[in-house]
């Protein structure tokens, strides 16, 4: 039996999703103009009124969504997820259910549509992140994630607010993005909070949402569709944020889910100027290379700037991925966590009778890599296909490397076995 016969079956169709290995995650909103977190509302508790600001000024000349697909692909990403509303209720897409849109904007345009048709383009799979929460919505009650929790009046301001009608709003939502831009691949909802009680507010969850309801809806709209697991209800997908698994992730019977990993280049989601801590182009390669070693997906997120692209340090992240993945992505690309175990310095993915190993701590001369005596047909360098001598040590195997590291970030090693 092979790793991925025992993973828990999925409604929707995740053969594609489990092969790709790596998407692109992109948080845009009217949150890119203070640039300081896609939270900023909520942290900052700014009032409707004030922050309309960013309503009337926002205006994403730049923004050429073609440019956006190109880079992701170039970085080796496969599929990516926009956020068509987040927590602030501002949609990029042309909803009829809310004039809080990008096509009442400066902009004017449907920018989830540009998004949908130059990554599609580009042959990327296509998602979108919905939010479930929604701080601008009149019927959304405020609870202890809102921005006006603290407020004395509370009480009055719930007053006629009315979550059904939040919930129909949604249903039609979801129903325009699932009908009006073709065939979508993933449905990112985000996310449930139930357990959660603040001054005496109840968080909410998936009877807030009517997760059910969504899910038919979707399902029937979009049968294949994958759809994570944020509402509160298991579908396809797992989804870790903002910490790496250290081993494959599991349902409560403790069978094997499929899951993503969702990461960010620094500390937020959104565009944020002065945010510092970017992690370096060597970090996020071996997050990619240690998430498929336990047979997950990588997101990474891009927080656009409110001009409409991506800045510096993105593009230079993607780059350098790009670089590596160019060579190496032999090792990501239907690869999963591998039968055999490696040792600390080597993170190993699996290809059917390819095993690929990835040297995080490059040695002097010899690699030595357990349990694979006798079952080595023949082994290279995957980035340029230069052969690899070994020989056997009991039950190990101990690799001839050259003194001088290859110039490559993270060094692979493509090994046939017999
Ligand atoms: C969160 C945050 C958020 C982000 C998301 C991505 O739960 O609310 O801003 O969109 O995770 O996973």
């Not at 790596?22 to 939270?39: D, K, N, Q, T, V």
């Not at 997760?211 to 809806?217: D, N, P, R, W």
Request: glycine share 8%; hydrophobic share 35%.
């Amino acid at each position: 039996m092979s790793v991925t016969d025992t993973i828990r079956k999925t409604p929707g169709d995740t053969a594609w999703f489990t092969h790709d290995r790596f998407g692109m995650f992109i948080h845009w909103g009217l949150y890119a103009l203070p640039a300081r977190h896609e939270w900023i509302k909520n942290i900052e508790r700014i009032t409707d009124e004030d922050y309309d600001k960013y309503f009337r000024y926002f205006n994403p000349d730049l923004y050429d969504a073609r440019e956006w697909a190109k880079k992701a692909k170039a970085a080796g990403m496969k599929y990516a997820v926009l956020t068509s509303k987040h927590h602030e209720g501002f949609c990029l897409f042309d909803s009829q259910y809310t004039d809080y849109k990008a096509t009442n904007t400066k902009i004017g345009r449907d920018l989830v549509k540009e998004f949908v048709e130059a990554f599609r383009s580009e042959g990327l799979k296509v998602g979108f992140y919905y939010s479930l929460i929604d701080w601008h919505h009149p019927d959304f009650t405020i609870d202890g994630k809102h921005p006006r929790r603290d407020d004395d009046n509370i009480e009055e301001q719930n007053k006629g607010r009315d979550m059904a009608c939040y919930r129909e709003y949604m249903k039609n939502q979801v129903t325009e993005l699932l009908t009006n831009y073709g065939k979508i691949d993933i449905l990112w909802f985000d996310f449930s909070y139930s357990g959660e009680v603040y001054k005496g507010m109840k968080g909410k969850g998936k009877d807030d949402w009517g997760a059910e309801e969504l899910i038919a809806t979707a399902r029937k709209l979009c049968p294949g569709i994958i759809i994570n697991n944020r509402t509160e209800i298991e579908q396809d997908l797992w989804t870790p944020e903002q910490y790496q698994p250290e081993s494959w992730i599991t349902d409560d019977k403790g069978q094997r889910v499929v899951w993503e990993a969702c990461q960010t280049f620094s500390g937020s989601w959104g565009y944020h100027r002065d945010e510092a801590t970017w992690k370096s182009p060597e970090q996020l390669i071996r997050m990619l290379i240690n998430t498929v070693s336990c047979g997950g997906n990588l997101l990474l997120n891009v927080g656009p700037t409110a001009r409409g692209i991506f800045d510096d340090r993105a593009d230079y992240a993607l780059e350098q991925i790009g670089k590596w993945m160019r060579l190496n992505s032999k090792s990501i690309y239907g690869c999963t966590q591998s039968e055999f175990e490696a040792s600390p310095d080597v993170r190993y993915t699996q290809n059917g009778k390819v095993l690929y190993a990835h040297i995080y701590a490059y040695p002097f001369v010899a690699l030595r890599l357990k349990g694979l005596a006798g079952k080595v047909d023949y082994m290279q360098f995957l980035h340029d296909a230069s052969e690899l001598f070994w020989s056997e040590k009991g039950e190990d195997i101990i690799v001839k490397l050259p003194v001088v590291k290859p110039n490559q970030i993270v060094p692979v090693i493509e090994i046939f076995l017999k």
